[in-house]
């Protein structure tokens, strides 16, 4: 695992939304550091919200896959109806489930990218650097 952060070539507003505080703290610092914008929030719902205020703004959703209220295949339908525009990375550790199985279903209904928990640095930096040369401009 690489402990330098690359630059990235597309600087991004991103949505990260995980039900686990620890991991939206790790994501957002690693996301800033590497000098994109990041909200975060731990609730699919809120997101939601959010997403409905700053849609235009808005470059790029990560999106765990198993959270309580609105889960990350419940954002991702959602998002396809409302805001097709902004890709979606999904992630999951898989819950009480299969992680891949989680996952092929988020690829299957348009997540642009899926990354298994847990991931590295250089890992989830790739993803958001494909999502940023795969986004409609």
């Given at each position: ?60 959703v990560i999106a ?74």
């Amino acid at each position: 695992m690489s402990t330098a952060v690359p630059t990235p070539t597309h600087l991004l507003k991103i949505l990260v939304v995980d039900d686990q505080p620890g991991v939206c703290t790790a994501l957002t610092e690693i996301l800033e550091l590497a000098g994109h914008e990041v909200v975060c929030t731990t609730d699919g719902r809120l997101a939601l919200t959010l997403l409905g205020t700053t849609a235009r703004d808005s470059d790029l959703v990560i999106a765990d896959l198993v959270m309580p209220n609105l889960d990350g295949i419940g954002l991702i339908l959602e998002m396809n109806q409302r805001y097709p525009r902004i890709p979606v990375i999904a992630i999951s550790g898989g819950g009480q489930g299969d992680a891949s199985l989680y996952l092929k279903t988020a690829k299957a209904l348009g997540a642009v990218a899926v990354v298994k928990k847990p991931f590295s640095i250089d890992v989830i930096l790739a993803a958001v650097e494909a999502a940023a040369k795969a986004r409609p401009r």
